[in-house]
């Protein structure tokens, strides 16, 4: 007899538009409840630095530094570059100690043009706008890409709620990243294992390029996959667009040890899914 196969994802609700007003109130509330939960886990919290790398690597990736965005003028891609290379240095080479917990924006603090940090590009309520620290983002993204290829926990993790650009040579899955907004939109990761770890991240010449380092020669590999990717239309008039990424988790010989999800990706589509009729020619 056929199971019943239900639909994965909820109706999402038309995007409601909040005043400057509520927005404030609301950033200030939320930014109190970080600072109180920072306090409360400063013992856990990963301090330690050190430029002598662990011997084994574990996982590297990097990502292209300039892209060239639809309406995004070349210059905030430029100033992105020079916040990235002010907030790496704040985290190559940090160290996490079984047990101890990294906190992306604990390490990096407040950007802030008393810093170095210039106008980068900041999306907000499904568009772009420029904003001091802005494109610090691709580094979030980075490390969290890097962190699920590993035996490490992530315990906070964030998405936009739109998907503002279309895929341009995209390499990863849609929704495999992790977005940051000071302090409340954080990206943490708790080493539960009995190994320690090492970050390495550094702004090249054309790729932001990090890398995890352990103490043990890993045992495992990882691959994530994405399942049920769907753009629909919703009955509100706009697009969404939703999938599943799973890790999976290899042993030495290949074999496929275990399977689970790890991220289910719902966000409002700011462009139209259909190619223009001039591009079908």
């Known amino acids: ?10 109706k999402v609700e038309k995007p409601k538009k909040r005043s400057n007003l509520r927005m404030k109130l609301g950033r200030c509330y939320y930014g109190m409840l970080r600072r109180l939960l920072w306090w409360k886990m400063n013992h856990c919290f990963a301090k330690d630095r050190q430029s002598q790398p662990l011997p084994y690597q574990y996982f590297a990736h990097r990502t292209i530094l300039l892209r060239k965005l639809k309406d995004v003028d070349m210059w905030l891609q ?12 704040k985290l190559d080479g940090i160290i996490l100690r079984p047990g101890e917990v990294f906190s992306y924006w604990k390490l990096i ?8 940090y210039v106008e980068g590009m900041i999306l907000k309520n499904g568009g772009f706008e420029a904003g001091v620290g802005g494109g610090l983002c691709q580094l979030s993204n980075l490390i969290f890409w890097m962190t699920v290829h590993t035996p490490l926990t992530v315990v906070e993790r964030h998405r936009h709620g739109y998907d503002v650009f279309p895929d341009s040579d995209r390499t990863q899955p849609f929704g495999s990243g992790a977005t940051c907004f000071y302090p ?3 990206l943490m990761i708790q080493n539960n294992t009995e190994d320690t770890y090492q970050l390495f991240v550094h702004v ?25 990717h769907e753009m629909r239309s919703e009955f509100w008039g706009g697009y969404t667009r ?12 290949g074999m496929l040890l275990e399977e689970h999800c790890i991220v289910k990706n719902s966000a409002i589509m700011m462009y139209s899914p259909f190619l223009e009729e001039n591009l079908c020619m």
């Open 109 to 116: 603090g407040k950007p802030s043009r008393r810093k170095g």
């Open 1 to 10: 007899m056929k199971q019943k196969v239900w639909k994965l994802y909820c």
């Open 242 to 253: 939703h999938n599943e990424l799973y890790k999976q988790q290899y042993d030495g010989a």
């Open 184 to 186: 409340h939109g954080d």
């Open 78 to 89: 430029e100033n992105k570059v020079i916040n990235l290379r002010i907030a790496t240095k």
């Open 204 to 228: 090249g010449e054309e790729y932001l390029e990090g890398e995890w380092r352990v103490t043990r020669a890993p045992q495992y590999r990882y691959e994530i996959v994405e399942r049920n």
